[in-house]
């Protein structure tokens, strides 16, 4: 019914920058909010950024400063640029997007992940 695609991950040396996108297709009536979340091995997932429909838009305090969550509305599509990159950022990263679809049902839908790997 609604599929999020992700790209844009890879290798980075430290102090580089890489940025993700995520599109979202399908039975979409509208999108209330958009975000990115990762996991690295052994540790839970936690929320990197996250952007509401109407703009409000927070991060986790090890990201502030370096990473930045932007949408387009007119393609379904969020971004995160990340910039100074550090090893503790290696992780899968994976976006959320809370969806109302066109048979009006809200849920949460997962996109299928990117790895980002910071390393010399």
């Known amino acids: 019914q609604v599929q999020l695609v992700e790209s844009g991950g890879g290798l980075v040396q430290p102090g580089g920058s890489l940025r993700l996108s995520c599109a979202a297709s399908?039975?979409?009536?509208?999108?209330?909010?958009m975000g990115w979340y990762r996991q690295a091995p052994g540790k839970q997932r936690e929320l990197v950024a996250g952007?509401?429909?109407?703009?409000?838009?927070n991060y986790a305090d090890s990201v502030k400063g370096r990473f930045t969550i932007s949408r387009d509305n007119a393609k379904n599509t969020v971004y995160l640029q990340m910039n100074s990159l550090k090893p503790e950022d290696t992780a899968v990263y994976y976006c959320?997007?809370?969806?109302?679809?066109?048979?009006?049902?809200?849920?949460?839908?997962w996109g299928q992940g990117t790895q980002v790997t910071v390393s010399s």
């Open positions: 959320n997007v809370l969806v109302v679809t066109t048979t009006r049902v809200r849920n949460h839908y």
């Open positions: 952007i509401t429909s109407g703009g409000w838009i």
């Open positions: 399908g039975s979409i009536f509208s999108i209330d909010s």
